[in-house]
Nanobody, 118 residues
Framework: QVHLVESGGGLVQPGGSLRLSCLAS????????MGWFRQAPGKQRELVAA???????NYADSVKGRFTISRDNAKNTVDLQMNSLKPEDTAVYYC????????????WGQGTQVTVSS
């Protein structure tokens, strides 16, 4: 079992930046693939970025070149640096743990709201 707590969301203007952070409990953090997902109103939750335990990354096409995922296994954290934000990035962002880029567990945190608006 992994308990996840997201932070760092807020209101930002288009073109701005935010850094989200996810803190995980549990000693087995380093074995998981970690991912950031988002869910906009009326839309399904989607995978935004993921990172394996050894640092391989995967990004949704919509965020490539703008978002960067990173992890610190010593601190049990996974961060999402978001640059050049667009209004369509507005969503609740969640982190989760899984076994691979396509196999995810149900360890959802409470999420953090990101709003991109002028």
């Amino acid at each position: 079992q992994v308990h996840l707590v997201e932070s760092g969301g807020g209101l930002v203007q288009p073109g701005g930046s935010l850094r989200l952070s996810c803190l995980a409990s549990g000693r087995a953090f380093s074995i998981y693939t970690m991912g950031w997902f988002r869910q906009a109103p009326g839309k399904q939750r989607e995978l935004v970025a993921a990172i394996t335990r050894v640092g391989s990354t995967n990004y949704a096409d919509s965020v490539k070149g703008r978002f960067t995922i990173s992890r610190d296994n010593a601190k049990n954290t996974v961060d999402l640096q978001m640059n050049s934000l667009k209004p369509e990035d507005t969503a609740v962002y969640y982190c989760n743990a899984g076994g691979s880029f396509t196999r995810w567990y149900e360890y959802w945190g409470q999420g953090t709201q990101v709003t991109v608006s002028s």
